[in-house]
Each structure stands twice: as C-alpha cells, then as structure tokens.
C-alpha cells in the first residue's frame, strides 16, 4: 500500500466551481501535512500547510483528520490558472523528509 | 533572492555513461535534499545533507549514486553508470531548519533520460 494515496483524477470542472480533494495516508507517525502545486514540467511549490483544526487561505481551505488519516484541500470558484497537479505531502515524526502522493489533475475550463 | 537552482535543465545519455547533476540550494540554507520523480510514480525522497554531512540517505537506490555536498554549499549527484530505470526528474529542495514549520523549496529539476 502507497503510504500517501490520492485519486489522480483528472478533475476536469468549469471556470467558478467548486472541487475538493482527497488523500489519505498509511503512517500514524505522521505528523506534518502539506499540499503542493506542481504545473506541468514546473517544481513542486508548497500551496499551504495543513492543520488539525483546519485552514484557510483564499479560496483554499484545507482539513486533516487524524482519526481517519484523511486530508481534503477544497478549491472555491476555480480559476483557469488553477489548472495544475496537487500533491498531498507528509512528513513523520522524527523526520525532515517529504513523502509524496502521485498527484490529482486538475483542469479549470472557460 | 534566488531560488533553487539545478543543472543541466536536460540530460540524455547512454546506458553505461556517467551523468553528474548539480544542485545550488538557496544561499544561507543549511538543509539540501534530492528527490527524484520517475515516469508514472510519485515523487521519492533520495538523501538529506545538513551543510556537508549526510544526514538520511535512505532513499539512495543503489551504489551507482554518489551524493556529495562540498564545503556545504552546492551539491552534486553523480549517477556512474547510469541505466534506463534511472530516467526521470531529479528535483533538488532546501530549507533553512528542518521541521514543518520550515518550507522545503525546489529547484526546477534536471530531466535525466538514460537510452
């Protein structure tokens, strides 16, 4: 089993919908959750970290869930310039290194 | 401030050849990691140095990966010989301190093809 699990989609949705993702992880140990952008042929660039009580920034909004090892991120009135692939990303207890998911696809429509 | 700096943008070589990659992490970060993105998979962590110390190096596939980090500063990645699982994306990040509180920033990569 992937120790960071997401559905790579594609997610194909019109320009001012709303998305939501999904991620779970296999390892309790971890302690740390991020999302990441990633455009096509570009670096990964961290879009926000993720916190058990919840967070916001923007049209973003993410949630963790310990319990369930569960990590959502929730797009707002998509834009074009949404279109990119997002990485669900842990870091364990203990541990400075990243582990990755595959990515979901997003592309935003006119 | 610059980025994260990789180079070259490109490389293909030949099974059997040697291909070294460079990385220039931000300046004054202390924390310089490798991943690595192979077609189809997820990207993996490859090694952690902390200034010129080698700090994790779990994810190193096999001996034909040399990593070093002179004088701490930038860091090269040597693939000797190279074989055609080898090709991907290599992805260079550094931090100023580790833990979650500290951003780890990529460089834009070298594409690696291995013929």
């Known amino acids: 089993r992937k120790e960071v699990e997401q559905d790579p989609g594609p997610f194909n949705v019109p320009e001012g919908a709303t998305v939501a993702f999904n991620c779970t992880y296999s390892?309790?140990?971890?302690?740390?959750f991020f999302w990441y952008r990633q455009d096509c042929r570009k670096e990964p660039k961290l879009l926000m970290s993720v916190y058990s009580s919840g967070n916001e920034d923007g049209r973003f909004t993410a949630q963790l869930n310990r319990a369930s090892q569960y990590i959502s991120l929730l797009i707002r009135d998509s834009k074009l310039s949404d279109s990119a692939t997002y990485l669900c990303?842990?870091?364990?207890?203990?541990?400075?290194?990243?582990?990755f998911g595959k990515g979901t696809m997003l592309l935003v429509s006119p | 401030e610059a980025g994260v700096t990789q180079f070259p943008s490109h490389s293909v070589i030949e099974k059997g050849q040697t291909v070294t990659l460079r990385c220039d992490p931000i300046?004054?970060?202390?924390?310089l990691y490798w991943y690595r993105r192979v077609m189809g998979k997820e990207i993996k962590f490859l090694l952690h140095f902390v200034k010129e110390s080698k700090q994790d190096e779990s994810g190193m596939p096999n001996n034909r990966f040399l990593a070093e980090r002179t004088g701490g500063t930038y860091s090269t990645l040597k693939v000797q010989p190279a074989e055609l699982e080898d090709s991907g994306v290599y992805f260079c990040a550094s931090s100023q301190e580790v833990g979650s509180s500290y951003e780890q920033y990529f460089g834009p990569g070298t594409r690696l093809t291995v013929t």
């Open positions: 390892n309790s140990a971890s302690q740390s």
């Open positions: 300046s004054g970060h202390d924390n």
């Open positions: 990303v842990v870091r364990r207890s203990g541990y400075s290194t990243l582990t």
